[in-house]
């Protein structure tokens, strides 16, 4: 059973949005940090977005602070979501969804959960 399951990906034009889920088995919820992860072709795997375990705490890499939005299901907190907003080619990538122990930015390394990812291409 995974883990860790990504969806939401797509085509956009750029300047567009998508909103990407990843919704996490009952092992991961409250008891893990959560953050999205994105791999641009011909690149390595980069931090983009996370949240600490227990929801109060969030952190953005550069690229992404004022246009993406990390939130959680406030009920259960088994879901979590990027909300993503002018967008540029540059943003093309498969994002991945990773649980790690304690940080809310952490290096792909930390990470013990890893969801199979989703693609999200920005066409210019």
């Known amino acids: 059973q995974a883990q860790l399951v990504e969806s939401g990906g797509g085509l956009v034009q750029a300047g567009g949005s998508l909103r990407l889920s990843c919704t996490a088995s009952?092992?991961?919820?409250?008891?893990?940090?959560m953050a999205w992860f994105r791999r641009a072709p011909g690149k390595d795997r980069e931090f983009v977005a996370g949240v600490s375990r227990n929801n109060n705490a969030t952190s953005y890499a550069d690229s992404a602070k004022g246009r993406f939005t990390l939130s959680r299901d406030n009920t259960h907190y088994n879901t979590m979501y990027l909300q993503m907003n002018s967008l540029t080619p540059g943003d093309t990538g498969v994002y991945y969804c990773?649980?790690?122990?304690?940080?809310?930015?952490?290096?792909?390394?930390?990470?013990?959960?890893w969801g199979a990812g989703t693609q999200v291409t920005v066409a210019s």
């Open positions: 009952a092992r991961i919820v409250g008891n893990y940090a």
């Open positions: 990773a649980a790690n122990r304690y940080d809310v930015k952490p290096d792909a390394t930390q990470c013990t959960d």
